[in-house]
């Protein structure tokens, strides 16, 4: 039986995971699960997968966590020292999948103790790309991507030597307003953001995908993950959402993966690696699909996919720069104190600001040093909010 742990558990893709395990509950033992609020629903995942441990991220939500689970010989617990603890504990596998950067620090402790840890939280990789791949190194722990890109781009590397690779393409739908006029995109509302055109997901994701912040996200998790230049990683728009990344190679052949638009693909490949096993996920039938479309992003419509280019060049902890500033951005879209474009507008005035103290950044990249810009990138662009830049 291998140990699996899953972090986010009471999200959309933690809850893709509980289901692949659900099916084989003779395969897995399941160590912890953690939530947020959710306590109802974590609860009952970890009853049912009879979990050693469930945490919730709230200490003011412990009685209900333990009231929800009295008699089951579930242990409850919460906090951030718990979610650690928790990722401290023995296991095989363990699923990132808490959203934005709060995922890094258990992240970081599962790959301490050479836990292979699938990574859907791609906000740690773009905060401390650096920091978790030599920290699995040394500890001789394995990353594995569940971002549908870049298990699509994993899988197209399989036999592969790297230094072959000429270009990683990923691909976008384009979001909820792709083919709305410019300028109506400062009017767009939350509830028309929260919409994806495709993939059914966590509502900060799908709003980040609306603004393309998730593909600058993810085209700075290509380059820390696959260790290419910024200028071999192109976004493509795709609005069809089935090809999910394509990998060109030297000799000028393109490796395309396909699949349907269900995280259950990433995920299974991610719990399954490196064999392949059936996965419950719809087959293509591309004779009925008829056309793929494909276009090249507009910057104009997305400028948030020209700061990622901007931040990878900077480097240092600018990643992390940019993911708190996004992160603050959305949560003051979320809350209607901005526009739906000054979300942009705000993370960019943080990253000009950085950029001109750059000791910030160029700080080693610790822990405690991505923390601590990061929570300087978020005051920033709360006050960045207030002022209404852009
Ligand atoms: P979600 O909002 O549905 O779930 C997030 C989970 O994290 C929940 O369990 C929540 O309780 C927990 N959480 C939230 N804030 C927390 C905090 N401060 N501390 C501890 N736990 C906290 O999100 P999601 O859509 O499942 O996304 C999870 C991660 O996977 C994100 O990094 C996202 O970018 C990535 N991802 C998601 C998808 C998708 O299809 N949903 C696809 C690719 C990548
Ligand atoms: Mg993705």
Same mark, same amino acid.
């Given at each position: ?18 289901? *692949? ?11 912890? *699960?953690? !939530? ?18 469930? @945490? ?19 242990? =409850? ?8 603890? =928790?990722?401290?504990?023995? %296991? #095989? ?9 709060? !995922? ?8 301490? $103790?050479?836990? &292979? ?22 500890? !001789? ?5 569940? +971002? ?23 691909? %976008? ?10 300028? #109506?995109?400062?009017?767009? &509302? ?5 919409? $994806? ?18 593909? %600058? ?19 493509? @728009? ?27 693909? %990433?995920?299974?490949?991610?719990? $399954?690696?490196?064999?392949?096993? $059936? ?6 039938? *591309? ?10 992003? #507009? ?21 992390? /720069? ?9 949560? +003051? ?39 601590? /810009? ?6 920033? =662009? ?9």
């Amino acid at each position: 039986m291998r140990k699996v742990s899953i972090f986010g558990a009471t999200g959309s893709i933690g809850q893709n995971t509980i289901d *692949l395990i659900r099916r084989a509950p003779e395969a897995y033992k399941v160590v912890a *699960l953690t !939530g947020g609020a959710n306590i109802a629903r974590l609860a009952e995942d970890a009853i049912a997968l009879r979990a050693e441990i469930a @945490v919730t991220a709230y200490e003011d939500r412990l009685p209900d966590l333990r009231a929800a689970l009295e008699g089951s010989g579930v242990e =409850a617990a919460a906090g951030q020292a718990a979610l650690i603890e =928790a990722a401290a504990r023995p %296991a #095989d596998w363990i699923m990132s999948a808490i959203v934005g950067a709060a !995922g890094l620090a258990p992240g970081m402790e599962a790959l301490k $103790h050479g836990t &292979t840890l699938a990574l859907a939280n791609k906000e740690s990789l773009v905060c401390a790309g650096k920091l978790l791949l030599e920290t699995a190194e040394i500890h !001789g722990a394995r990353l594995l991507p569940v +971002d549908s890109e870049h298990s699509a781009v994993f899988q197209g590397l399989v036999g592969e030597d790297i230094s072959a690779v000429e270009r990683i393409i990923i691909t %976008a739908s384009g979001g909820a307003f792709r083919d709305w006029p410019i300028e #109506d995109l400062a009017n767009a &509302t939350l509830a028309q953001a929260s919409s $994806h055109p495709n993939w059914d997901m966590g509502q900060r994701i799908t709003i980040d995908s609306a603004s393309m912040f998730n593909k %600058a996200l993810e085209v700075i998790e290509t380059r820390e993950y696959f260790g290419v230049r910024p200028d071999q990683i192109e976004v493509l @728009v795709h609005p069809e959402s089935l090809v999910h990344a394509l990998v060109g190679f030297n000799d000028g052949a393109i490796m395309a993966h396909l699949g349907a638009a269900d995280m259950r693909h %990433a995920i299974g490949y991610a719990l $399954h690696w490196p064999e392949r096993q $059936h996965l419950p996920v719809e087959r293509l039938d *591309l004779a009925r699909i008829g056309q793929l479309n494909f276009r090249a992003p #507009d910057l104009a419509r997305y400028p948030a996919l020209r700061l990622a280019y901007e931040v990878m060049e900077r480097g240092g902890m600018m990643g992390a /720069v940019f993911n708190a500033a996004k992160e603050q951005a959305l949560d +003051d879209f979320i809350a209607g104190r901005i526009r739906f474009t000054e979300m942009a507008a705000v993370v960019e005035r943080v990253l000009e600001r950085f950029a001109a103290e750059s000791s910030l950044i160029d700080d080693a990249m610790t822990l405690d040093n991505v923390t601590r /810009v990061d929570h300087l990138a978020r005051k920033q =662009a709360a006050q960045a909010a207030e002022e209404r830049v852009g």
